[in-house]
T-cell receptor
């Protein structure tokens, strides 16, 4: 199994809502990542987890709150988002942060209204 | 520090023609280099990677890339384009450290004309 599974595929939320994005992998990878991708732009790194501990936070606003409950799961909790936060949110995993290859999920298309 | 420049935000080729997507990098230490493909509303799929072994790297779907240190380049080629190759292509660089951060180029949109 070389898949990274993200749910939901699409999400529409109001600016006062609280929602969560989920990411799961069963490859035994110990590094997991959240990226944000705007249309026609490259992915931008948001967070890196290594062995279930947050190792990199790219100065992401606190309305995005990551969580890694175990080595297979990565969540991104969303609260009080703005319309400009609408984007494709990509999860990725790799064996470790120093690994050469990362596997990406299909992404969650988020629309904030 | 590391950076990637993809020359040409749009490339258009005819079906059966050579595909050449350009990528130049800047890195303070030996880099790992990657090419990813992204279809509309999909995640990124790794095409190929350079990790300091062979300088000519073969990937999936008939793509290959050559690492040229003297030119700081890692251009992606395919001898004969297929309609299904139409997509967004990203070059990425990652330092040979444990930082875990990859830097992506701005992407090149490949269009394949029948």
């Amino acid at each position: 199994d070389t898949e990274v599974t993200q749910t939901p595929k699409h999400l529409v939320m109001g600016m006062t809502n609280k929602k969560s994005l989920k990411c799961e992998q069963h490859m035994g990878h110990r590094a997991m990542y959240w990226y944000k991708q705007k249309a026609k732009k490259p992915p931008e790194l948001m967070f890196v987890y290594s062995y279930e501990k947050l190792s990199i936070n790219e100065s992401v606003p606190s309305r995005f709150s990551p969580e890694c409950p175990n080595s297979s799961l990565l969540n991104l909790h969303l609260h009080a988002l703005q319309p400009e936060d609408s984007a494709l949110y990509l999860c990725a995993s790799s064996q470790a942060v120093g690994s050469t290859e990362a596997f990406f999920g299909q992404g969650t298309r988020l629309t904030v209204v | 520090a590391q950076s990637v420049t993809q020359l040409g935000s749009h490339v258009s080729v005819s079906e059966g023609a050579l595909v050449l997507l350009r990528c130049n990098y800047s890195s303070s230490v030996p880099p790992y280099l990657f090419w990813y493909v992204q279809y509309p509303n999909q995640g990124l799929q790794l095409l190929l990677k350079y990790t300091s072994a062979a300088t000519l790297v073969k990937g999936i779907n008939g793509f290959e890339a050559e690492f040229k240190k003297s030119e700081t380049s890692f251009h992606l080629t395919k001898p004969s384009a297929h309609m299904s190759d139409a997509a967004e292509y990203f070059c990425a660089v990652k330092l040979n450290t444990n930082a875990g951060k990859s830097t992506f180029g701005d992407g090149t949109t490949l269009t394949v004309k029948p």
